[in-house]
Every structure is written in structure tokens, then in C-alpha cells.
């Protein structure tokens, strides 16, 4: 059965369109949804409701029931056709009920349907599009002709007249078919480059999403480390305090008990004195002399100790208090340092990085115009030629100096001190780096990589420059060996990341270290 004879039977009685999502009521009559609810909506509180299409009356607001079989007939029977209604243009000759137009006659300026189509002229002049109501801009607006061809020189979509006797004459044309579908084919290339690079963009995106959520996931576990970290670190000071304060404690009061115990002492020997110089009051006041000379053999020792004079009592009491009759800060001062010093060795076996304090410079490696300072720690530019022996270790065209160490595995960090005027650059390298030539200078060859007081990094001859300069005098340097990164940071507050490097390292390194124009440089604990 054509579709047309089932219009009928597919067209909701309210709108007049085809069904959409088509429902029954119990009467047996169906419409769409949307449109029965609307009607059933404007009944509400008359206390009786309507069937739009047989007038039977319900008491109370019907139910409304789905008819899947209408639904699949409406979606599945003619799918074109709906969309052909969806596009809201119907066929011309149908008056007397409208049908979805399948195409358009550019010649007619018409629609048609199935059924107008197929007895519609079949000649070239009547070309059939998709339907459509825009005839202007299908026709020539100077031959009011149908546009059958392309001028490839103008681009412009023309008429027969046009090319035979207009301003296209002599042109290179095409039919609109051939020429759309060479335009398709280019767009279809663009398309599939545009498509690809969105697939490219998509995964980018994805890339980044993830390395964000690995980034989030890293810092909430650094933040709890670091939390877990400093929460020891503040219980083990708790913990030294309360250690200190006991000790403090107790020295002050066993000092305290030794004074008590030499006060009680002397408070005795003060009460024995005292009664001893009573007595002998009495008797410097009594008026026979032979009774004050009779109590003199009685108390001859007291007597003689009074003889003896007030500095050897004063020596005697001395003796009696401890050497050590005082607290014992020096005592206090080594129980912090140890306490302190244990706390510090715990911190840095849970720091990320392992501080090298180790470092020191190789002057086997120390250019004839590098002076290295006694304590190996400071490498100092001069003027004047060392004239050390000549050794395959010796730099011998650039002022510079290595570490006697090398890193071939770990974490390591080391801050190199600078002083503000003059050239300097510092870095690390691999042992097998030329000490001679022009290309044996830190980052002139592929073997080494540093950064210099003009706010670069150098390697293998390329400088990639970082802003804004260096605002302190000391740089930190961190190796991560197995990771294959080397990071530079400014030292300053808030300390300032100035470049990393990532490297899959082959070698052993050592730090390097570079001066000319009167500088130095430090290596720093």
C-alpha cells in the first residue's frame, strides 16, 4: 500500500500532521501526545473531558496509552517520507491535502510528490533538485535561465546563454555535477586532514587530562608526605623540648638540694658560734677575775678556733660547696645539638633529594687560569698561568673545573655561590667531554649542559635564554639521574625555577664549574 493511502490513517486528528509519538485513548481514537495533552489541559476544572475526534465524555482525566504499534508504523514504514515532511515543503498540485514534495523542478518552479513525479517530464530543461522553495538564486538573474553549468575561471555557477554568448564565453565550464563533485572530493580531503587533526587534538586533550590528574595525584601524595613529614619533625622538637626542660630540671634541682643541705650546714655552725660568743660575752662582763680565769681552762679549744681568724673559718665554709654548684648550660647546649642533629639526619631520609655536601673540585681537572682555593670549594679566575703539569684530565682552553665525584645514580643537590660581576657558568658533564678545542667549553658540545650569569641554558651550542635575569648570587642544582632530569634554580625568596632539562643519561657526571673576567664561584654545604 502506497503511503499516500495511509495518510490518512497516520494523521493525528488535532494538528493534522503526521503522528508523533502517537497515544489511545479508551474510546479507541489516537492522537499525539503533545497535542491531546494540550487539550486535556484546557479542561482541567470543568470536571469533564473530551475526545477531540468522537465527543465521548470521561469523568475524570483519561489515561493516556501508548500504541507501540502505531509507533513503529509511523517510524519504520516510510522514514524518507517523514523526513521529507520535516522539511516543511509539499507538493504544488496536491490542493486539496497536503504531501511531503520528494522533489523540486527548477524549470516549473514546483514541488512534487511521488505520484506527481513520475508523470512529470522526464526532458533535460526540467532539472530536478532536492525540494526546495528558493528558485531565485537556482536561475540566472541576467537570462532568468536555469543554472546548468560552472565557470572554473570565474567560479561562478552560469546558464547556457552565459557560456555561449555571455561574459563566460569561451571559458572553461562544467556541468554543476561534475564541478560539485570535484569540489566534494577537495572537501572530502580537507575533511579527512580536519578530521584527523581533531583525532590528534582529542588525543592531545586526553594526554593532558591525563598528565593533569597525574600531576594532581603526585602533589596530594607529596603534600601528604611532606604533611606526614613535618608533623614528625614537630613531634621529635616536642619531644627534645620536653628532654631539655627535664634536664634543666633536675641539674636545677640537684644544685638546689646541695646549696640546701650547705645553708642547713652553716645555719648550725652559726648557732654553735653564736652560743660560743654569748658565753664568752658573759664572762667579758663578769667582775672576778678568778671565775673568768677558772672558764678559760674549760673552753680553751673554743678559744683557740677563735684565735684562728675570720678568713680560715670563711675557707673552711668554701670547701664545703661542690665544684659543679652551678647549672650546666654547656651540658644543656650538647644535649640540643645532638637532639637537633638526629632530627636533621631523619629529615633528609625522607627529602626527595639526597643534599651532596661532598663535593669538591678536581685540580687535576683545573684549567692554568683557574686557581682552586685550599679547602677545594672555590674556583677563582686569574690572570696569571698556573703552569700546572699537563695532564689528559686538564681543561686547556677554557677556565674550568670538575668535581672530583661523579653521579651515576640517584638524587642529588648542590647550591654554587657566585659573586655578581664578570662571567661565570656552571652545570655538569660526562667524563669522556674534550678538555681541549674549541667545542671543550660546558654546553659547546652535546656531552655537557650548564647555565651562565647571562640567564641561559647552553647545550651542545644552543643557548635557550630565560627571563628575567638573575636578581641573586646563588644557584641550585638538582640531579635526578635514573629520571633523566636536571633542574637550575635561583636561590632566591621565593626561590625561582629557571630551567630543566630532560635526558636519557649515558655516563657518569660531574659538576662542572666555569669563570673568566676576575669572578668566582663556591660550592656551597
Known amino acids: 500500500m502506497a503511503f499516500a493511502d495511509l495518510r490518512e490513517e497516520l494523521t493525528c486528528s488535532i494538528c493534522l500532521s503526521i503522528y508523533t509519538d502517537p497515544v489511545t485513548l479508551s474510546c479507541g481514537h489516537n492522537f499525539c501526545l503533545p497535542c491531546i495533552e494540550s487539550v486535556l489541559g484546557t479542561e482541567e476544572g470543568s470536571g469533564v473531558y473530551t475526545c477531540p475526534q468522537c465527543r465521548e465524555t470521561f469523568k475524570t482525566k483519561p489515561k493516556l496509552q501508548r500504541n507501540i504499534t502505531l509507533c513503529n508504523i509511523v517510524r519504520n514504514l ?56 528558493s528558485w531565485g538564486n537556482r536561475k540566472c538573474s541576467t537570462h532568468k535561465k536555469v543554472l546548468l553549468y560552472y565557470c572554473t575561471e570565474d567560479a561562478a555557477c552560469i546558464c547556457v546563454s552565459c557560456s555561449l554568448a555571455g561574459e563566460h564565453r569561451g571559458h572553461q565550464v562544467e556541468l554543476l555535477n561534475q564541478a560539485s ?33 597525574g600531576v594532581q595525584e603526585k602533589a596530594a601524595g607529596v603534600t601528604e608526605r611532606l604533611t606526614a613529614l613535618i608533623r614528625d619533625i614537630r613531634k621529635q622538637l616536642e619531644d627534645l623540648e620536653k628532654r631539655v626542660l627535664s634536664d634543666i630540671t633536675q641539674q636545677q634541682e640537684q644544685v638546689l638540694l646541695t646549696i640546701s643541705d650547705l645553708i642547713q650546714q652553716l645555719e648550725k655552725e652559726k648557732d654553735e658560734l653564736t652560743m660560743k660568743i654569748c658565753h664568752i660575752e658573759e664572762l667579758c662582763n663578769m667582775t672576778d677575775p678568778l671565775t673568768v680565769l677558772q672558764e ?49 639526619t631523619h629529615v ?17 681537572t683545573a684549567d692554568n ?23 689528559p684530565e686538564r681543561f686547556t682552553s677554557y677556565s674550568q673545573v670538575l668535581s672530583t665525584r661523579s653521579f651515576s645514580s640517584g638524587r642529588h643537590y648542590w647550591n654554587v655561590e657566585t659573586n655578581n660581576s664578570g662571567y661565570w657558568w656552571v652545570g655538569v658533564c660526562y667524563p669522556s667531554m674534550m678538555r681541549g678545542g674549541d667545542d671543550s667549553g660546558i654546553g659547546d658540545n652535546d656531552k655537557s649542559w650548564c647555565i651562565d650569569s647571562n640567564c641561559a641554558l647552553l647545550h651542545n651550542t644552543i643557548f635557550t635564554s630565560f627571563d628575567p635575569p638573575l636578581s641573586c648570587d646563588r644557584v641550585g642544582i638538582l640531579l635526578d639521574y635514573e629520571a633523566g632530569r636536571l633542574s637550575f634554580y635561583e636561590l632566591c625568596d621565593p626561590i625561582r625555577h629557571l630551567h630543566t632539562v630532560t635526558e636519557t643519561f649515558t655516563e657518569p657526571l660531574h659538576a662542572a664549574f666555569g669563570v673568566e673576567d676576575n669572578t668566582w664561584v663556591r660550592v656551597m654545604c
Open 181 to 213: 563533485e570535484k569540489k566534494k572530493k577537495k572537501l572530502r580531503d580537507v575533511l579527512q586532514k580536519l578530521t584527523t587533526k581533531r583525532e590528534k587534538t582529542e588525543k592531545r586533550v586526553q594526554s593532558l587530562q591525563e598528565h593533569r590528574r
Open 296 to 344: 678559760q681552762g674549760s673552753h680553751r679549744d673554743d678559744f683557740c678556733g677563735a684565735e684562728k681568724g675570720d678568713n680560715e673559718v670563711t675557707q673552711g665554709g668554701d670547701k664545703q660547696v661542690p665544684a659543679g654548684g652551678d647549672l650546666d648550660e654547656g651540658l644543656i647546649s650538647v644535649t640540643l645539638y645532638r637532639g637537633l642533629a638526629d632530627i636533621v
Open 78 to 133: 516510510h522514514p524518507t517520507q517523514l523526513e521529507k515532511r520535516k522539511t516543511g515543503i509539499f507538493c504544488t498540485y496536491c490542493v486539496h491535502s497536503p504531501v511531503p514534495a520528494a522533489k523540486s523542478c527548477l524549470m516549473c518552479e514546483a514541488s512534487l510528490c511521488d505520484t506527481h513525479l513520475r508523470v512529470h517530464s522526464k526532458s533535460e530543461e526540467h532539472v530536478l533538485t532536492e525540494p526546495t522553495t
Open 348 to 364: 633528609k631520609k625522607g627529602l626527595y633529594v639526597q643534599v651532596t655536601s661532598d663535593i669538591l673540585l678536581d685540580i687535576n
Open 369 to 391: 687560569y683557574v686557581i682552586v682555593s685550599d679547602d677545594l670549594k672555590t674556583a677563582s679566575y686569574t690572570d696569571i698561568d698556573q703552569q700546572r703539569p699537563d695532564t
